[in-house]
């Protein structure tokens, strides 16, 4: 049969022209009688997963990739199993009263498999072919109450142009909630079932919805869960992401802001370890830490990380902010080794918010293993620690390192300092801050944290109402 090209206008297409200019939308491929349109980059879907527990009165948010087209933009349809009558063929599909992206499936679905099909769209009216998906498993009985509850109560909204609210979470790697040792020695009190990946992913994604945050930093945040749990969850309720991992770890630290308050100018991420040794900037305490050699090898195996960026306000584009997220060094005689991590971490957060971006505000959240009355907090709130310092010491006087170490910052903790941010079997206290810059924001509310009975309900955290052994710190914050 012949075969011949048409332009859109019905003209002939000469054989001389090149194919990108050729194939055009709506053009017509003729073979014989048939003829077919051209459409060039159809919207199509690569991948669409769902999460593998679902429990009711909780989000389900799929994993939607595609081409030629955005998660936004596609057309979503809910379905339930309705169990065939009397062991007829397979399963039937109801639909659910769902079309949006997340579906909460209710009581009444508890038992049920759910499916969902997918059109991908690009946001100019073209979809592209629909796919299906089915849960691998029934919709399961939520835990009831959860911990932060009572707390969505102050975050039903997202808050004003004016202000930010901002989050601070140590979620609990999977890497460690999953071992023997955590099992058995660390939280023993806790559900076996509780600790597993899916169920806290569950509790996590319903409990950082309902924040309605501008602005949340995480940690230990396992690659895999990232990926494939909190970028579709957070991108559903408008949240952009951003994941810097620890070296030669599988987990890291996590960023998201909100899309249409915040655009990304830039991210200055560094390894410490890495940043102390190979960037000018800290040379001169670098030089100083050689003189002890013991805690210099310390400080250089260590992997923590610090996750900055740059944010500018979509609704005024004179507003830049600074917002840093790490998680310290864990061992409880290792104040040391934090005294030099958090040295780097400012030294850095001053070459980003005063050279690279002339003086703009910062906010410093995370995990920073330090109780009120450690050498670090007081450092970053004061900010100078003396040389004589006892935090100096804390590894006995082999790794004695007696070093003043100033910064300029004008930081202050925005959700002060409550009795305790971190609640196991073992120990509690306060270990988790948001620091902000005191010359250019206030606090206009901190949200509450949970009650002492609601935390210790099944005897402490992690429990199967709540993810992760910390406690998310939530704070509104305005412009000066």
């Given amino acids: 049969p012949a075969v011949r090209l048409f332009s859109r206008d019905g003209e002939a297409v000469a054989e001389e022209v090149p194919n990108a200019a050729a194939w055009q939308d709506g053009a017509v491929l003729q073979i014989g009688e048939a003829q077919y349109r051209v459409e060039r980059n159809p919207p199509a879907l690569t991948e669409l997963r769902l999460p593998r527990s679902l429990l009711a009165g909780f989000p389900v948010c799929p994993k939607v990739s595609a081409e030629f087209a955005s998660p936004q933009h596609c057309l979503f349809r809910w379905y339930r199993e309705q169990r065939p009558a009397g062991g007829g063929e397979g399963p039937a599909w109801v639909e659910a009263a769902g079309g949006e992206r997340v579906f909460t499936p209710s009581n009444a679905l508890v038992g049920?498999?759910?499916?969902?099909?997918?059109t991908p769209g690009d946001g100019a009216q073209r979809y592209g072919p629909p796919q299906e998906v089915e849960s691998s498993g029934p919709v399961e009985a939520g835990p009831g109450a959860c911990t932060f509850d009572s707390r969505h109560l102050y975050t039903k909204k997202v808050c004003g142009p004016d202000s930010i609210r901002a989050v601070s979470y140590n979620i609990l790697a999977d890497t460690y909630a999953q071992t023997e040792f955590s099992r058995t020695v660390l939280?023993?009190?806790c559900a076996p079932y509780a600790l597993e990946v899916d169920y806290r992913q569950n509790l996590l994604k319903k409990e950082l919805a309902g924040y309605s945050a501008d602005l949340i930093c995480l940690q230990e945040v396992d690659k895999?869960?990232?990926?494939d749990s909190l970028v579709p969850a957070l991108d559903a309720f408008g949240l952009e992401g951003l994941f810097k991992i620890k070296e030669k770890q599988h987990e890291g630290l996590a960023t998201f802001y909100r899309r249409d308050?915040?655009?990304l100018l830039g991210q200055h991420d560094i390894a410490f370890s890495e940043a102390l040794v190979s960037d000018p900037l800290h040379k001169e305490l670098c030089d100083k830490l050689a003189k002890y050699p013991l805690m210099q090898?310390?400080?250089?195996?260590?992997?923590?990380v610090l996750q900055v960026s740059v944010l500018q306000s979509a609704t005024d584009p004179s507003r830049k902010i600074c917002v840093a997220n790490t998680h310290l060094y864990w061992h409880p005689k290792g104040g040391n080794i934090r005294l030099i991590q958090i040295a780097v971490a400012l030294s850095h957060i001053k070459h980003v918010a005063c050279d690279l971006y002339p003086s703009i505000p910062v906010i410093?959240?995370?995990d920073f293993n330090s109780t009120p009355s450690s050498g670090t907090y007081s450092f970053i709130v004061s900010g100078v620690i003396a040389e004589d310092h006892e935090d100096w010491v804390s590894n006995g006087e082999d790794e004695r390192s007696n070093m003043p170490l100033s910064h300029p910052f004008k930081l202050l903790?925005?959700?002060g300092e409550p009795a305790y941010t971190n609640y196991v079997g073992g120990f509690h206290g306060c270990l988790d801050y948001i620091f902000i810059d005191k010359n250019a924001l206030e606090v206009e509310q901190?949200?509450?944290l949970p009650s002492h009975e609601e935390v210790t309900t099944h005897q402490a955290l992690p429990s199967v109402s709540h993810p992760s052994d910390h406690i998310a710190l939530i704070c509104d914050l305005k412009w000066k």
Wanted: aromatic letters at 14%.
């Fill in 297 to 304: 090898e310390k400080v250089l195996q260590r992997s923590s």
């Fill in 364 to 366: 410093f959240c995370g």
């Fill in 187 to 189: 939280y023993p009190y």
């Fill in 224 to 227: 895999s869960v990232f990926v």
């Fill in 261 to 263: 308050k915040f655009s």
């Fill in 446 to 448: 901190v949200i509450p």
């Fill in 413 to 415: 903790s925005a959700c």
């Fill in 112 to 118: 049920l498999r759910l499916k969902l099909q997918c």
